[in-house]
């Protein structure tokens, strides 16, 4: 079953702990990419990454922090400097970050941080 | 900076009816568009790209560059047009390069 995945589908955390969401592509996909979807907000880029051992700050990389060790593997580290954790976060995944290429996305996880 | 602008959070319509998605950009350079739509427990999704000048699912987008604008139209609505649609505009060329920047979103609800 090809596809891009994420996992937990639910994460529940105490206020001022880290997390790991996990990302995993097995398309073998160029491009990965982290959003985060807010009611009202659409969607706002956290982190990207166009290529192994490399990644690039989006609009809204405070209090995040990635890895891209593997070419499958993008997980992001969500940590106790975010100051408004809880969301639903989306992973993403392209051929390359270059032309117009399709992200496909994951089905999400909803951190709830209390 | 790029930015992209879906002025309608919530849009209804009837069963039939046309309907628009508003969707307009700020960008310097020559932008690519797109749609993407999310139906009820599904993935996020393309729908469609403005280079492609396709018509997915009844659905077509023109760019206007003029207006800045990538309105999405459909002539006649159907109940399984349902779904969160977001614009979203992917820049070319300096610090933009490569970044997908999306729309608030606009909530379609087609009524029988």
């Known amino acids: 079953d090809g596809g891009i995945t994420q996992s937990p589908k639910y994460l529940f955390r105490k206020e001022g702990q880290n997390v790991t969401l996990s990302c995993e592509q097995n398309l073998n996909h160029d491009a990965m990419y982290w959003y985060r979807q807010d009611p009202g907000q659409g969607l706002r880029l956290i982190y990207y990454?166009?290529?192994?051992?490399?990644?690039q700050k989006g609009d809204i990389a405070e209090g995040y922090s990635v890895s891209r060790e593997k070419k499958e593997s993008f997980p992001l580290t969500v940590t106790s400097a975010q100051k408004n954790p809880t969301a639903f976060y989306l992973c993403?995944?392209?051929?390359?970050?270059?032309?117009?290429?399709?992200?496909?996305f994951g089905p999400g996880t909803r951190l709830t941080v209390t | 900076a790029q930015r992209v602008t879906q002025p309608e959070k919530l849009l209804s319509v009837f069963k039939g009816a046309p309907v628009e998605l508003k969707c307009n950009y700020s960008?310097?350079?020559?932008?690519?568009l797109f749609w993407y739509v999310q139906y009820s427990r599904q993935r996020l999704q393309l729908l469609l790209r403005?280079?492609s000048r396709e018509s997915i699912k009844g659905f077509t987008a023109d760019l206007n560059k003029g207006e800045t604008s990538f309105h999405l139209k459909k002539p006649f609505a159907q109940e399984e047009d349902s779904a969160m649609y977001y614009c979203a505009l992917k820049g070319a060329g300096g610090t933009s390069y490569g970044k997908l920047t999306f729309g608030q979103g606009t909530i379609l609800t087609v009524h029988p």
């Open positions: 960008y310097s350079g020559s932008p690519e």
């Open positions: 993403a995944s392209s051929i390359g970050d270059r032309g117009a290429y399709e992200q496909y």
């Open positions: 403005h280079i």
């Open positions: 990454s166009q290529i192994v051992n490399d990644f």
